[in-house]
């Protein structure tokens, strides 16, 4: 047995069950080796979407994945992907073959480019180690969520080990346990209750760290007891689903009456939720007399974005239960009026919001679009935005079932990871229909996974909010009379490159077009879907200046 063969076995062992990659020669055996042991390998037909895909399945399955890339350009062509998954702690092990030679074609510095967007570096050195190496990849991955490239030199692949010895070592590879969970000190859960206690108009604001199981019904115990609006991050969407006293998403995508009432809360609580500049509005969602709590089990976290009055580390769920315990009978109604209830009830979500329409007979209003293909498509999806200045509408005006509904990898605010991570969301929930929601720039950067969607026989939705431009850049320097040529592009015909791909395809320019989307769903969906959605151009989102003042 070689050390390829020995590492594939150990990772599958630990409890690497899916694997995606681009296979050349460094990371073939290694990959064979893994397909041998029993997980499953998706071919992407780029190593960039072949990390966001990991990424993506990570998140929305719960369970530690494998890229696998060759030596050199392939590690370097994955490198967005690999600081996206870093940026979120996304638990993935990057497997990547290393030549070592510094006169090979294919040297570079792997460990530093890895630790330059913010991953782990770890590296396989010897036939004896290897097993053991491999699973504490695996390991530190869960216990610290982190993404870990376990680099593999391809004169180390090839050293021999000793078969008996090598069998019992990996007999003995079992699965990590989970991340423990951090319990609260006693004192910071009694300051927390006593805040609580008498607090007037309270928010919880929930997120990634509350998506675990359990988290949603202590949330909800807890805000109740003490008369709480519920909120969430955009990577939490969906957690407090059909609880009438939700607010949707905290931060830049709120809708007007969210954000007013969190703008009134006298005690914001978050939990699990980094508190960044997307989620607090650059702290203009936090007023100035308004106690701010975090809690979160890593407490270098814990005020690293905004001062806060009370930090608690500790698990979210634990920090629930045991605050909801503290309170005993205090509490109010707090911020659960009749008012509030009516308000919610009229116009809290984007839809309810009245809007000019400015669709044209060759282009639709993105919001008309929208609000019909969230009438159209089935409730049970799981949704993946790329990013760009489109990316509000979909992330708030298509609706999703629960927190596992959007997948939104945008740590790293990079085009073109929305079509493959929608492909990783679909595998990871093939019980759901997938929505990838691109713009035209980030749609034709990733044209390449649209052989994978096809391949993989994936019914997919893929809507293509289609500006003709990289609308972001037109509508922040535009206005200021800039030459708009380097961002703008000759008009695409994206629903025929789909068709050449073998999709379906329907162009869109008024909503009495998205009638083939609605013959495409009723129908038996033999093959995946693109929607090309000529959109309107000549304003930009909401959402677009905040996102500009965080650059």
Request: charged share 20%; glycine share 10%.
């Amino acid at each position: 047995m070689k050390v390829a063969e020995a590492v594939g076995r150990a990772l599958v062992a630990a409890g690497v069950g899916q694997v995606f990659g681009v296979v050349g020669s460094g990371n073939f055996h290694v990959t064979n080796a893994m397909v041998a042991a029993g997980a499953k390998f998706v071919a992407a037909r780029h190593e960039g979407g072949a990390a966001t895909m990991a990424d993506a399945y990570a998140r929305v399955g719960g369970a530690v994945t494998v890229v696998s890339v060759h030596q050199g350009c392939g590690f370097t062509n994955a490198l967005t992907g690999i600081g996206e998954a870093a940026k979120s702690r996304t638990p993935l092990v990057v497997l990547a073959a290393e030549a070592c030679n510094p006169r090979s074609n294919f040297h570079v510095d792997q460990g530093a480019l890895a630790e330059a967007v913010g991953a782990r570096s770890a590296r396989v050195t010897s036939a004896a180690d290897a097993v053991a190496q491999s699973y504490a990849a695996v390991r530190r991955a869960v216990e610290e969520r982190c993404t870990v490239v376990l680099n593999l030199p391809l004169d180390v692949q090839e050293q021999a080990l000793d078969v008996p010895g090598a069998d019992l070592a990996l007999a003995a590879v079992v699965p990590p346990p989970p991340r423990p969970a951090v319990v609260p000190a006693d004192d910071d859960i009694a300051a927390l209750a006593e805040i609580l206690a008498h607090a007037e108009r309270p928010v919880l604001v929930a997120g990634r760290g509350a998506r675990g199981p359990g988290c949603r019904q202590a949330l909800e115990a807890l805000a109740e007891r003490c008369g709480a609006l519920l909120a969430t991050s955009a990577v939490a969407r969906g957690l407090f689903q059909g609880n009438p006293w939700s607010l949707d998403v905290a931060g830049g995508f709120s809708s007007p009456l969210a954000a007013e009432l969190i703008q009134g809360a006298d005690v914001i609580v978050a939990l699990g939720c980094s508190l960044t500049m997307w989620t607090t509005r650059h702290g203009r969602l936090i007023g100035p007399d308004t106690t701010l709590v975090q809690v979160d089990d890593d407490p270098a976290a814990l005020g690293a974005h905004r001062p806060v009055h009370l930090g608690v580390t500790g698990d979210t769920l634990l920090t629930a239960e045991r605050t909801h315990t503290a309170l005993g009978d205090r509490g109010g109604p707090g911020y659960r009026t009749s008012a509030t209830a009516d308000a919610l009830a009229a116009r809290l979500s984007w839809r309810d919001v009245p809007y000019d329409d400015t669709g044209t007979r060759d282009r639709i209003d993105p919001r008309t679009l929208s609000i019909a293909l969230d009438d159209i498509l089935p409730a049970q999806r799981v949704i993946g935005v790329d990013s760009g200045n489109f990316m509000g509408y979909p992330t708030m005006y298509l609706s999703v079932p629960d927190e596992h509904g959007l997948c939104f990898t945008q740590a790293f605010q990079s085009i073109g990871l929305g079509l493959a991570t929608t492909i990783g969301a679909a595998l990871a929930r093939p019980d759901r229909l997938a929505v990838a929601a691109l713009g035209d720039g980030g749609a034709l950067m990733s044209a390449v996974e649209l052989d994978t969607v096809r391949r993989l026989g994936l019914p997919m939705v893929i809507v293509v909010y289609n500006d003709d431009a990289y609308g972001a850049e037109v509508h922040h320097f535009g206005p200021h009379g800039l030459p708009l040529g380097t961002v703008e592009f000759p008009p695409t015909d994206i629903a025929a490159v789909a068709r050449g791909y073998g999709f379906d395809a329907v162009t869109v320019r008024t909503p009495a077009d998205l009638k083939g989307v609605q013959d495409w769903v009723a129908g038996p969906r033999a093959a995946p879907l693109l929607v090309d959605a000529k959109v309107v151009r000549e304003h930009g989102a909401w959402w677009l200046e905040e996102a500009f003042r965080g650059h």
